[in-house]
């Protein structure tokens, strides 16, 4: 009988030690910092990250240090280095925004913590049924290993004062480029903007292969892929600088927007255009729209490294980067203007105004108008794609 007293006794303090409640996470998190590395190329990101950290000081007693990063695959080659270092408890990285092959590299190298977002409160005014990407990134099964931050879509920018009729598909694209040449770009490879063109391009090329949503090591990679480079080699002869040069980001693009080099650019926030016009990095003239058979989409995410020593304070911050108070704030174009991951039919209405009583920009589009999202390709294809535009295009 004693026996089974203290096997009783062990097992249910293992259970406890295994899996807190909410409220003793909280208890732990006080008092702790956390370094989150996320990507500092824009003010207007730096700014909320850094009302986000000031929210969490004041209501959960968490510092949150911003560590400003230009590449999350160096951030993904640290924690592994500090796993093959034995540093399996001390890591220098609390948090860190992510999503696609990034996620699918740690995932697979078992560097994150958890799963752990079935614990987070704010979980339950998300829909994976209405926003699939929030369960599977880039094809992968999130399985509770990241956190829901924001959406993400594929947008076209272009100046109406200069184009009458915008190119609503790649093949529209090509067409309207022949009668005004040079007008259109996209950055060089491998920046992500410009390879979130260029896997449009594929997924319209290719009418969505099914080959694209598993492991391009499956797929006759020349084959699925030769429709793309047929558009793309009729595409840059007619492009900014015949194709012969790229810029190097989405901000260069942007830039070449405004001075009129160019008539249409791309973005990956749909209210890019409005928080540029704000800023004055854009004329009024321009407006956002998508491409009719819908445009490249997802979710970016927040994951805990394995390694972190503060895994309470992470999972208390990306559960409050989560809350309907944080979401609408970000999701304001006077913000950030960075689609929510929430459901609307989740919230209560009051929650739901917070939304309702942000005004949209003329430039922006309403979510009806975004129209449907593309899922992205398996992440194996990004390095294949990468490799072989820079073999074709990147001298």
Known sequence: MRILYFFTLLLFSTFSLAAPTWNEIQQQAQGQTIYFYAWGGSQTINDYIQWAGEQAKQQYDIKVIHVKVSDTGTVVNQVLAEKTAANHNKGKVDLIWINGENFAAMKEQQLLFGPFTANLPNMKYTDATEKPSIAA????????????????????????????NVPRSMNKLHQFLQQHPG?????????????????????????????????????????????????????????WRKGNAFVASQAQLKAKLNDGEISIALSFNPNDAANSINNNE??????????????????????????????????????????????????????????????????????????????????????????????????????????????????
């Open 137 to 164: 990134d880039f094809t992968v099964p999130v399985d509770g290993l990241e956190a829901p931050w924001g959406m993400a879509q594929l947008v076209f920018m272009a100046d109406t004062a200069r184009v009458k």
């Open 183 to 239: 007008q259109f770009s996209y950055p060089k490879l491998p920046d992500f903007h410009g390879m979130t063109f260029v896997k449009q391009a594929l997924i319209e090329t290719t009418n969505s292969n099914p080959a694209l949503y598993d492991d391009v090591n499956k797929a006759d990679f020349s084959k699925v892929t030769a429709p793309l480079w047929q558009f793309l080699d009729q595409l840059h002869p007619l492009m």
């Open 282 to 395: 854009l004329p009024e003239s321009v407006k956002s729209y998508v491409h009719q058979g819908g445009s490249l989409g997802n979710t970016h995410f927040v994951a805990i490294p394995y390694n972190s020593s503060n895994t309470a304070a992470a999972q208390v911050f990306a559960n409050w980067l989560m809350s309907p108070q944080a979401q609408a704030r970000k999701a304001d174009p006077a913000v950030w203007g960075d689609p929510t991951v929430l459901s609307m039919h989740t919230l209560t209405p009051q929650q739901q105004a917070m939304f309702n009583q942000i005004k949209r920009h003329p430039a922006s589009l309403s979510e009806a108008d975004l129209g449907p999202i593309l899922l992205e390709p398996h992440p194996s294809w990004v390095a294949a794609i990468e490799q072989a535009w820079l073999r074709r295009y990147g001298q």
